[in-house]
């Protein structure tokens, strides 16, 4: 409120001010009367934040949030800043440093796991990972934004935090954990709290299944020394992974591609009144500047990412597919033929330039 009448002021003495000497003597009492009146407002403001002996308190949170008000920061941006005060620990000499909310949304097998690791390189990130795998946490409308409460006042504990100077804090949110079965609260929950949505796709929804039917083979094969590993850190591992070639269902597999799509355009549909940009795997992995538009997009300073995972799957797609033939037959001539055609992706320890 006090930021408010300050720039009211401001304004007002800045539509007063006319250099024309006529109205001098005019101006004159008129700066000095709205000076009298911000005085005022200054006087009435501090009287109630100081506790009086009569035991009149205004909540300590009140004054931080004034203290903290960087008055270069708009009155538009300030939806994105917030200081959240933390339950669990204090924030100290970062008190004031403003943290920007963030969701990464996306689906399994589309390089958002990449993505995450590439983003909590950057100093200033917190981005927890996939918290709603847990069913517990999307039990119900209530249990989510319980949690969302503790992501975004900086009390989620994970091995990403960076505490008190975070600069960003976030999560990421598979559209299959509940966020489309109660989207209407949590999109009013973002738009509430200025929370930014990172939407996260890829378009090759053929390559996408390949990666899904590869990682749920070695969940059960568990390929790499009796363990399954979801992502890899060097190129011998993820040879080992990407020697299973599926066999793919081709009876459904346009029935799938279209309900992968139907997933994707949904989630559009439902947080384009969010803040939000939207990302494409294919494009990120081509261009890695891309990733530079995400921190853009945080208002974060630009900062070299890095990540230490590896792509799996690198070799063109008929040497991926047991049936290959087959899907050729099936794909050919409907919305999905470029899928057949895309060449593969070259072998390459992914990082930003
Ligand atoms: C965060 O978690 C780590 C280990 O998971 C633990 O050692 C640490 O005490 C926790 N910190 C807080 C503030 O809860
Ligand atoms: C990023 O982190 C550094 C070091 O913790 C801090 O000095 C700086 O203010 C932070 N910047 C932002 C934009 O949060
Ligand atoms: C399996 O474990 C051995 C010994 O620890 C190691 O040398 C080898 O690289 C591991 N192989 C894989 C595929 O992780
Ligand atoms: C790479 O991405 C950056 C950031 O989005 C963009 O400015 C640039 O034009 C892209 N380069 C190519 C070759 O597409």
């Given amino acids: 409120m006090a930021e408010y009448y300050c720039f009211y002021n401001k304004d007002t003495n800045t539509l007063i001010v006319k250099p024309t000497k006529k109205s001098l003597q005019l101006s004159r009492m008129l700066i000095l009367a709205a000076v009298m009146i911000c005085s005022a407002y200054i006087c009435l403001f501090c009287s109630k934040q100081i506790p009086s002996p009569l035991g009149t308190h205004i ?139 990172i939407l996260l796709f890829r378009r090759n929804h053929l390559r996408r299944l390949i990666s899904l039917l590869a990682n749920i083979h070695d969940q059960k094969a568990k390929q790499l020394n009796g363990t399954h590993r979801a992502h890899v850190h060097s190129k011998d591992e993820a040879d080992i992974l990407a020697k299973f070639k599926p066999h793919l269902e081709v009876k459904h597999l346009i029935s799938t591609m279209q309900e992968m799509q139907k997933w994707a355009s949904d989630a559009l549909q439902s947080f384009k009144s969010c803040r939000h940009m939207v990302l494409y795997y294919e494009d990120l992995v081509q261009n890695h500047s891309r990733t530079m538009d995400a921190l853009q997009f945080l208002e974060l300073p630009r900062q070299q990412l890095h990540s230490r995972h590896v792509k799996i799957h690198t070799r063109p797609l008929e040497d991926q597919i047991a049936n290959w033939n087959d899907v050729v037959e099936v794909v050919k001539g409907t919305q999905y033929e470029s899928f057949i055609a895309a060449s593969g992706h070259q072998t390459q320890l992914l990082k930003t330039p």
Wanted: hydrophobic content about 30%.
């Fill in 59 to 197: 909540p300590i949170i009140k004054q931080e949030e004034q203290t903290c008000h960087d008055p270069r920061i708009l009155q538009t941006q300030l939806l994105h800043a917030n200081y959240p005060k933390p339950k669990t620990y204090s924030r100290e000499e970062c008190k004031c440093t403003p943290v920007r909310l963030f969701v990464i949304v996306s689906m399994q097998r589309s390089g958002s796991g990449w993505f995450e690791t590439l983003l909590n390189s950057h100093r200033n990130i917190s981005s927890h990972g996939e918290i709603f795998r847990n069913i517990e946490r999307r039990r119900n409308r209530d249990a989510i934004m319980r949690v969302l409460d503790d992501v975004y006042n900086l009390d989620w504990n994970s091995s990403a935090s960076k505490w008190h100077c975070t600069g960003a804090v976030g999560f990421k949110w598979m559209l299959n954990q509940g966020v489309m079965d109660h989207y209407e609260e949590i999109v009013e929950y973002f738009n509430r709290r200025g929370v930014s949505a």
